[in-house]
């Protein structure tokens, strides 16, 4: 592929392909979409994401009279400090291909399929990592940020020992479904007007919550929930909870998430930035590549959870 070609491509992949694969990736993800809905889905940069969390009241209280007041400081606020987490997917062009194209059009539809179908990896990777618990270098996924400390006992470098604060809802134990089970666990994770309003789980699992509601409880349709059946995705609803089935979920599990308590923050210079068709030195073929930085963000832990091994 000749300079001029190169740098046409490179030009259409920055004009053309990378408005438009963030969105795209989104709308492939509840998660993300209701996330971005509720304008919790932002860009940021520096050496870590750093993240407050309130965890306490401030002094304050009924009185008599000539009482006296105390002045001093009560710690309420502490930090999550996470970690930048980084992804990449590589577009290839062999020479053979680029032979056969014989004409920059050509080349431009095979480019165009390429990046869709980076797209739909990079979408595969961020939602798998997503529902990880933070292995390797992996996002700090839902596994970590919905545990007690029974798994994941440090989170954002906050020690759950002794942070209780800090912990989610856990339920290992799982066992037949049932809607007490479910119920249990939605009200472990409500405070008052604080409650799930999204959960995450297989499609086994699902068919077992389907097979217990009525006909009317099926089909019931809260406007709360319209931005995610805009976007395609369907499913039957658990008092103010949106009940989806995740694709590549493991066996068994359930996350109960509050949205409203979620960020997902990418890193501004590195938010699907394109590195430029590189010439391989012992290969007849050049490559491109998408890089990513970011991580899932909770603020509250407490307000979400999981159960597992649902049977």
């Known amino acids: ?3 001029a070609n190169t740098e046409e491509l490179d030009a259409f992949v920055r004009d053309e392909v990378l408005p438009k694969i963030e969105s795209q990736i989104v709308v492939n993800n509840a998660v993300l979409a209701r996330i971005e809905k509720k304008g919790k889905y932002f860009a940021d940069s520096g050496e870590n994401i750093r993240t407050g969390a309130r965890y306490a009241h401030l002094p304050g209280g009924f009185y008599g009279r000539g009482a006296t007041f105390s002045t001093s400081q009560k710690k309420t606020v502490k930090e999550f400090i996470h970690d930048w987490k980084m992804c ?18 050509k080349i431009r539809n095979i480019i165009e399929d390429k990046m869709d179908n980076a797209r739909e990896t990079m979408s ?49 134990t799982g066992g037949t479904y049932s809607n007490s089970m479910f119920q249990t666990m939605y009200g472990r994770c409500s405070k008052n007007n604080k409650h799930p309003d999204l959960i995450l789980t297989t499609q086994t699992v699902y068919n077992s919550i389907w097979n217990k509601m009525t006909p009317q409880q099926r089909y019931a349709q809260d406007d709360r929930h319209a931005d995610l059946r805009a976007l395609g995705f369907s499913g039957v609803e658990f008092n103010q909870a949106l009940v989806v089935v995740e694709d590549d979920m493991d066996a068994g599990l359930a996350f109960f ?14 938010n699907m930035e394109w590195q430029d068709f590189m010439t391989h030195l012992r290969e007849d ?7 990513w930085m970011g991580n899932l963000i909770s603020k509250a832990p407490r307000y979400g959870g999981q159960i597992q091994n649902i049977s």
């Not at 990449?88 to 014989?102: E, K, N």
């Not at 998430?257 to 590195?270: A, I, P």
């Open 1 to 3: 592929m000749s300079k």
């Open 88 to 105: 990449y997917v590589d577009v290839t062009i062999d020479g053979w291909t680029r032979a056969i194209a014989m004409g920059s059009n």
């Open 124 to 172: 595969q990777l961020l939602n798998d990592s997503m529902r990880s618990g933070g292995e390797g270098d992996n996002i700090d996924g839902l596994k970590t940020i919905y545990d007690d400390g029974t798994n994941h006992n440090i989170y954002g470098t906050i020690n759950r020992t002794s942070d209780v604060w800090a912990k989610a809802q856990l339920d290992a």
């Open 257 to 270: 998430l509050n949205t409203d308590y979620l960020e997902f923050v990418v890193h501004r210079d590195r």
């Open 285 to 291: 073929a050049q490559t491109g590549r998408f890089y």
